[in-house]
C-alpha cells in the first residue's frame, strides 16, 4: 500500500523510540485504516520482530511467533522446542531475552490472539512486568477490534492498565490526504469519492481502477463480487453480536432518524434500550453524539446521533436497503434508481466537508466547530418553527462567532443565502449582545460574488485550492 501522509504519526513513534529505556505503544482503529503500513514504516531499517497474529487457535498463534522470535535471537531451542501455553513460552523468552539490545517487538491484530484466549493479557502482564520493562525493547500492540483494545488492553480493569507509555487511536485520512490516492480524477468527483468511502487506506487504493464514481459505484458497491458490498456488514459483526440491532440502528439514522426517540420508534425497541446500544456505538467510534456547538454536551438533552464514518453512512442509506436486488443481480438497476438520492446525498457530504474546510483553514481563529439548530416561535404561522444552521464556529476568548451556510450547487444566489442566514444566526442566543459576528457560504459556484465586511465566499476552486495546497 503506498504510504501517503501519517507525518504525525510517525513522529510520535520516532519520539517514543528515542526515549531511554523500555517503551511500550498500543496503536490501534478500525480496520483497513493503514495500521499495518505504518507499523511497516516506523520500522523500516530499525532492528526489529514483527508479528501478524491471525485469527487461529494458541497452538498456531504460538508456533509462528516462537518461530518469528527464534530467527532473530538465532535460537535452535527455541525454534525446534514445543510450548505448551503463552505461559510456557514468555517463561522461556524471560531467561533468553537481549536486555541491552534495542529492538521493537511489533505484534499487529493482537486482537485476535486475545479473542482467541482471554487471558493472553495477563500473560504479556507478567512478561512485561519481569523481562521487557527491564531491557531496551520498543513493544507495539496493534489491533483493528476496537471494543477488544478498550476493554482488554487500555481499561483500568485489564491487566496490562498502566504500563503503556502511550496510545494512538488510527483514524482515517482527513480529506486533504485522501484525495492524493485519488489522481486522474476532478476535485468535484474526489468530493464523490470522499463522501462515499471517507478516509480508510485500503478503501482509497481501490479509486484507481475505476474510470468514474458511476463506474466505481456500481463495480465495487451494487455487485455482488464487488469490495464494498458485505463490507458493511463484515465491520459490525467483527465488534458486536447482535449484528441485526445495530445494522437496524444504523440504519434509522442514516434514513435521518436521528433522535433516540425516532430511532427506538424506527427499530421497534424502547428508547432506554436503544440508548443503550447507542452507548456501545459511539463508545467504538461508529457513531458520535451531536448537540449544538454552543451547548453544553454532557448537560444538553436531546442530542442527536450520526454515523461518524462515509462509508458506513453511504452503505447503510443506499446498500443495505438493496442488499436482495444486488444478490439477485439487479444491482444495477437499483442504482439506476438510486441515482437522484445519491445526488441528493452528496449535499449532506458536502456540509461536513465544508466542516472539514473551517476546521483547517480557522483552527488558529476559533476552538469549537459544529453545527446548530433550535426552535423558534412564528408569530405569523403560529407554532414552533426548527431552525437549523450548517456551520458555527466559536471563539469563546474574543466574543467571536462565524455562521457557515452550503449549498451544494453552481451559481448560487450569495445575497440571498446570506440575507437567510442572518436570519437563522438571528436565533442563536449565544453571547448575543457582545459578539462579534463573521460569515461564510460555501458552493460550487457564485453567481455574482458580494463585498461585504466579514463575509467570505468559499466556491470549489477555493477549496481545492486549500486542500490541495
Keep these: 500500500m503506498e504510504f501517503i501522509g501519517r507525518e504525525y504519526e510517525i513522529s510520535h513513534l520516532e519520539k517514543e523510540y528515542a526515549a531511554k529505556g523500555s517503551r511500550f505503544v498500543v496503536i490501534y482503529g478500525r480496520r483497513r485504516v493503514g495500521k499495518t503500513t505504518l507499523i511497516e514504516r516506523f520500522i523500516e531499517k530499525k532492528d526489529s520482530a514483527y508479528y501478524l497474529a491471525a485469527e487461529e487457535k494458541d497452538f498456531q498463534q504460538i508456533e509462528e511467533f516462537k518461530k518469528l522470535l527464534s530467527r532473530s535471537f538465532n535460537d535452535e531451542f527455541l525454534g525446534s522446542n514445543t510450548f505448551a501455553d503463552w ?28 479473542r482467541s484466549n482471554p487471558s493472553f493479557p495477563s500473560y504479556l502482564q ?65 468530493l464523490r469519492f470522499y463522501g462515499a468511502i471517507g478516509g480508510v487506506a485500503k478503501y482509497l487504493t481501490l479509486v484507481k481502477d475505476s474510470d468514474s464514481f458511476a463506474g466505481f459505484l456500481e463495480d465495487k458497491f451494487f455487485t455482488k463480487e464487488g469490495f464494498f458490498y458485505p463490507e458493511g456488514l463484515f465491520l459490525i459483526s467483527q465488534e458486536v453480536k447482535e449484528v441485526s440491532t445495530y445494522v437496524d440502528i444504523m440504519k434509522a439514522i442514516s434514513f435521518g432518524y436521528t433522535k433516540l426517540s425516532e430511532i427506538a420508534s424506527f427499530c421497534g425497541h424502547e428508547p432506554k434500550k436503544t440508548s443503550s446500544y447507542l452507548d456501545i456505538l459511539v463508545t467504538l467510534g ?35 436497503p438493496n442488499r436482495s436486488r444486488i444478490e439477485m443481480r439487479q444491482g444495477k438497476e437499483a442504482m439506476k434508481e438510486a441515482m437522484p438520492e445519491i445526488r441528493a446525498y452528496m449535499g449532506r457530504v458536502f456540509e461536513r466537508i465544508c466542516i472539514e474546510y473551517a476546521q483547517s483553514e480557522l483552527s488558529g481563529s ?11 416561535y412564528d408569530k405569523q404561522e403560529k407554532k414552533s418553527l426548527a431552525v437549523e444552521i450548517d456551520i458555527v464556529a466559536i471563539n469563546e476568548v474574543e466574543s467571536t462567532v462565524l455562521f457557515g451556510e452550503c449549498k451544494w450547487q ?49 466556491d470549489l476552486k477555493a477549496m481545492e485550492k486549500a486542500f490541495s495546497g
Design 366 to 376: 476559533f476552538q469549537k466547530f459544529g453545527k446548530w439548530w433550535g426552535d423558534t
Design 87 to 114: 505461559k510456557d513460552l514468555f517463561s522461556y523468552l524471560g531467561k533468553v531475552w537481549p536486555k541491552e539490545r534495542r529492538m521493537v517487538l511489533a505484534i499487529d491484530e493482537v486482537t485476535f490472539i486475545i
Design 410 to 458: 453552481d451559481d448560487a444566489d450569495a445575497a440571498g443565502i446570506l440575507t437567510i442566514l442572518r436570519e437563522k444566526a438571528s436565533h442563536v442566543e449565544w453571547r448575543k449582545d457582545i459578539r462579534k459576528e463573521r460569515y461564510m457560504i460555501f458552493a460550487k459556484s457564485f453567481k455574482k460574488k458580494i463585498e461585504e465586511k466579514d463575509v467570505v465566499l468559499i
Design 286 to 320: 461508529l457513531v458520535k453524539r451531536m448537540v449544538p456547538v454552543t451547548e453544553n454536551e454532557k448537560k444538553f438533552r436531546g442530542g442527536t446521533y450520526e454515523i461518524n464514518d462515509p462509508y458506513l453512512r453511504f452503505w447503510h442509506r443506499f446498500i443495505y
Design 126 to 190: 507478567k512478561f512485561w512486568d519481569e523481562t521487557l520493562s527491564r531491557s531496551n525493547t520498543f513493544l507495539i500492540l496493534s489491533g483493528s477490534l476496537v471494543g477488544i483494545i478498550l476493554g482488554s488492553v487500555l481499561s483500568e480493569s485489564s491487566p496490562l492498565y498502566g504500563r503503556r507509555t502511550s496510545q494512538m487511536l488510527l483514524l482515517p485520512y482527513n480529506l486533504r490526504d485522501a484525495i492524493k490516492f485519488m489522481r486522474g480524477f476532478g476535485f468535484e468527483d474526489k
